[in-house]
């Protein structure tokens, strides 16, 4: 059959500039930690509501199992892949 395809762990991060983005892979786990810009129009604009939080946040996925290292990534329309390989 030849090997599994690399394990791939999608999620969605609307608002989140790609640049803003960190991925750090350790034995208990990849985490995922990035900035939302609060997003005002203007410096004179005022918000009623919002729907998606601001600020930084971090993600933390727990890996059991096999070393992992990352092998790609992409991030496109808000939404981050990220592909991992066995070390």
């Known amino acids: 059959d030849g090997p599994a395809a690399p394990p791939l762990y999608p999620a969605a991060y609307p608002g989140v500039v ?26 004179d604009a005022v918000l009623r509501r919002l729907e998606i939080p601001h600020g930084r946040f971090l993600r933390r996925i727990p890996l059991a199992g096999m070393p992992l290292k990352l092998a790609a990534s992409r991030y496109e329309n808000g939404c981050l892949e990220v592909r991992l390989t066995r070390e």
Do not use: C, K, N, Q
């Not at 960190?22 to 997003?39: H, N």
């Open 18 to 43: 790609a640049e803003e983005i960190s991925l750090r892979i350790a034995p208990a786990g990849l985490t995922v930690s990035a900035m939302r810009p609060l997003p005002l129009g203007s410096a």
